[in-house]
């Protein structure tokens, strides 16, 4: 029986072909299903024995570890260096974008707090 060792929602194509690359390194026999065509399911890679899944997990795990680390040593040098992303950088960047996220994360604060407001009067 196959079991889901990563769902592909929202995974960087990059990464997925890293942990693809781990996988064939291991030697750990998997097969990938695709997105639907609607996007109701967004497909997966999939470990073919149950015997396997504990060492695709053991790798996943260690592979998942080095690029965490790897992904905070860049952002430490960009800091560093003053190249990482602040708001005040994206705000000049795309100043639509961070104005309209900012109203729509009012606008969700403030129907949540609506109903506490009318239920208190």
């Known amino acids: 029986m196959s079991r889901l060792l990563l769902n592909l929602r929202n995974v ?3 990464e997925a072909d890293g942990v ?4 064939d390194a291991q030697g750990i026999a998997f097969y990938e299903t695709r997105p ?3 996007g109701i399911s967004v ?4 470990v073919t024995e ?3 899944y504990a060492d695709a997990r053991l790798a996943m795990d260690e592979f998942q570890r080095q690029r965490r680390d790897h992904a905070r ?4 040098a960009a800091k560093r260096a003053g190249t990482a ?3 005040f950088t994206m705000l000049r960047a795309d100043p639509v974008r961070v104005v309209v996220s900012v109203l729509g994360i009012l606008f969700v604060l403030v129907m949540v707090a609506l109903p506490v407001f009318l239920l208190r009067g």
């Open 12 to 14: 960087p194509h990059d």
């Open 20 to 23: 693809r690359a781990m996988l």
């Open 36 to 38: 639907s065509m609607w």
């Open 43 to 46: 497909g997966g890679i999939w």
């Open 50 to 52: 149950d015997t396997a």
């Open 73 to 76: 040593a860049e952002y430490a």
């Open 85 to 87: 992303d602040t708001f």
